[in-house]
């Protein structure tokens, strides 16, 4: 058994960071001072908490010691983290004090004002009892981090990890992590001053040095920890007081490893590949480089392959705003450097960007079915212009809510397509459910060519919405449409394409192409290769059943081949009775694509009409539409049973 696969079966963790954690506010107005800035995007930040998201993109399995506060900004840091597949047991909840704060905005390419709220914060009340021997003692890695060694009890909590960690036969990995102003040396609106001299700081670093196997910092980082002012001596100083691997990184230049005696020559080491970009933000940067760098360090590679992954990652940091929403997953990394990129400004790539997109969305969901209850003109055609029974129509969907919420009883794979026109109510109802899938309409009922509802600019109605609310719009496209109405159909979609990925949104695109047009085993298909055509990569398809399963091939084959990632076809109704409902399952279970269902009028068009009418009570109403909206995932999950059978 080699030494890698022993450590995987007896350490059931990669690497332990430990240190700080915030959540970052970046302004989103780009060339302004932050004193100007009027939004922000919030993400996790802390370098220990970036690199642990990073790591973990990149197929480690990492953790993070730190504290938050017992308040939405410590939850949050929680759950992102839990998403990201980061361990979070060795996160200690502090009951007294707040989550830390990082405040930042991008003045120009060499401006990045910042400020630090980290008065009396969580993170900074770490201290050794938070260190948990056993915890330590599963990683094959620990990485500590220079600003924690700036108080008393942070800096205690960081060196008994470091003993237990090198009793346990665990790698030290210190990050040397400068902040001046985080060490007293400088005013709080200096969070951005990366370097100031002080030999206070250089003689407590240089006490960690002898118990580290990589030290990484910028060129002002191995001064500070070294104490010297000559890059070279620097250099020497460290590696007189240990023999670890150190990485030297220089922004644009890329890095230098270190792994033996340090020579006259500054360039007398291992250089990694580097990768001339557009810098867009460098905060975050050295947290990506590192994830890379940790990624084949601990893997094994060689020096010159880590870096060049290290350098690769921070390419991408420096070229996006954020910090660890920004770092690559494995995936995206490969594609990178399997492809390159023809942009400066990788976050204007958009092969790249979409697999970026696509491979760090916020949650997996392998299977769908949710109940459409997003229609307005044909709740509208219901109430047949009463306008008491227009203003029922939002407590209607309210109840069908409930319904879903009975079938779903808690379990995951369930959603609702809900309207925000009738649908308010409805739509904080549905909210209230954990991990209900949410999509919401933006298109003009039965408009073709494709208009949008309310407005056409999208920007200002996007804005608003939840993050995790799917954007849904429904097309009428059929492949054999005249060129001049597809190239307005397509444009429309794409607009709306371009306004989801620039706001974070998920989007579905409906296609019924039948109602205009003959369906036969090539229609769908053709139709879905146009779009690829024209740029489109939506996260989920809605279609209408399919005659055969040889439509479902074709369909397949297109999807797989122009966007393995999409998460896939869910069905339409078109209120259609069961039986006829039930051949389309059938045909449809055979496709690999298809992951559910999001059916309405099936549901709900007989309630419906009998509630507006006041023939029918709430709890009638409720009790019908879950007893067919249960059928119907009962006909889905009884299919997918007999598939695997």
């Not at 003692?137 to 500590?144: K, T």
């Not at 369930?414 to 409805?426: C, N, P, Q, S, V």
């Not at 896939?568 to 690999?592: M, N």
Request: glycine share 8%; net charge negative; with cysteine.
């Amino acid at each position: 058994m080699s030494q890698t696969t022993h450590d995987a079966a007896t350490r059931p963790l990669d690497l332990i960071t430990i240190g700080r954690a915030s959540v970052d506010l970046y302004g989103q107005q780009i060339g302004t001072r932050l004193e100007d800035v009027a939004s922000f995007a919030k993400s996790v930040g802390g370098c220990p908490t970036n690199i642990a998201v990073g790591t973990a993109r990149l197929g480690l399995k990492s953790a993070l010691i730190t504290r938050v506060g017992a308040e939405q900004m410590g939850r949050f840091i929680i759950e992102q983290l839990t998403r990201e597949g980061v361990e979070t047991g060795g996160i200690v909840t502090d009951p007294e004090r707040l989550t830390a704060l990082a405040i930042l905005a991008v003045e120009n390419s060499h401006s990045f004002p910042l400020l630090f709220y980290r008065d009396n914060c969580a993170d900074n009340a770490l201290c050794e009892d938070d260190i948990d021997p056993a915890f330590i003692a599963s990683a094959r890695a620990v990485l500590v981090s220079g600003t924690h060694f700036s108080r008393p009890n942070t800096d205690a909590a960081q060196r008994k990890t470091i003993r237990i960690a090198r009793e346990a036969g665990a790698k030290i990995v210190f990050d040397i992590d400068y902040r001046p102003n985080l060490w007293g040396l400088a005013g709080h609106d200096a969070g951005d001053n990366r370097y100031i001299a002080s030999e206070r700081v250089s003689a407590h670093l240089k006490t960690v040095l002898a118990d580290c196997d990589l030290i990484v910092g910028t060129e002002e980082e191995v001064l500070i920890a070294s104490g010297e002012s000559d890059l070279l001596a620097a250099l020497k100083t460290i590696r007189a007081l240990s023999a670890a691997t150190i990485v030297l990184k220089r922004g644009p230049m890329g890095c230098i490893v270190y792994d033996g005696p340090i020579s006259d020559n500054l360039e007398d080491g291992i250089v990694g590949k580097g990768f001339p970009i557009e810098v867009y933000n460098v905060l975050g940067a050295g947290d990506a480089f590192l994830s890379g760098f940790l990624r084949g360090w601990l893997k094994g590679e060689p020096h010159a392959t880590s870096a060049t992954w290290a350098n690769a990652c921070g390419a991408f940091a420096v070229s996006r705003l954020l910090c660890a929403p920004e770092i690559p997953t494995w995936v995206e990394l490969s594609y990178f450097l399997e492809h390159g990129s023809k942009e400066r400004a990788l976050r204007k790539d958009e092969a790249i960007n979409h697999v970026h997109w696509a491979t760090t969305r916020r949650r997996d969901i392998p299977a769908l079915m949710a109940f459409a209850i997003d229609h307005r003109s044909q709740l509208e055609d219901m109430a047949g212009g009463d306008a008491e029974k227009l203003a029922r129509v939002p407590a209607f969907k309210v109840l069908a809510v409930k319904a879903a919420r009975q079938v779903a009883a808690g379990r995951p794979g369930f959603g609702m397509l809900i309207d925000d026109k009738y649908g308010r109510e409805a739509l904080f109802a549905a909210g209230s459910e954990k991990d209900f899938w949410i999509g919401k309409p933006i298109e003009l009922p039965g408009s073709r060519p494709l208009q949008f509802e309310f407005s056409q600019d999208l920007g200002s109605r996007l804005i608003d919405w939840p993050v995790d609310h799917c954007i849904k719009v429904l097309s009428f496209f059929h492949p054999d449409d005249p060129a001049e109405l597809k190239a307005t159909q397509i444009a429309k979609l794409r607009s709306a394409y371009e306004a989801a990925r620039k706001v974070g949104r998920e989007i579905l695109i409906e296609i019924i192409a039948g109602k205009h047009g003959p369906l036969d085993d090539s229609t769908i298909a053709r139709a879905l290769q146009e779009l690829y055509d024209a740029g489109l990569k939506p996260d989920w398809w809605k279609l209408e059943p399919q005659a055969s399963r040889a439509a479902w091939v074709a369909i397949d084959a297109v999807i797989e081949a122009r966007d393995p990632l999409c998460r896939g076809v869910v069905l339409l109704g078109l209120e259609a009775p069961y039986e006829v409902l039930k051949d389309g399952f059938a045909a449809a279970r055979s496709a690999r694509s298809v992951k559910g269902f999001a059916v309405g009028r099936t549901i709900f068009a007989e309630a419906g009409r009998a509630w507006l009418d006041g023939t029918m009570g709430d709890e009638e109403a409720v009790a019908d539409m879950a007893e067919r909206f249960r059928a119907l995932v009962d006909l889905w999950l009884g299919l997918d049973a007999s598939k695997a059978a």
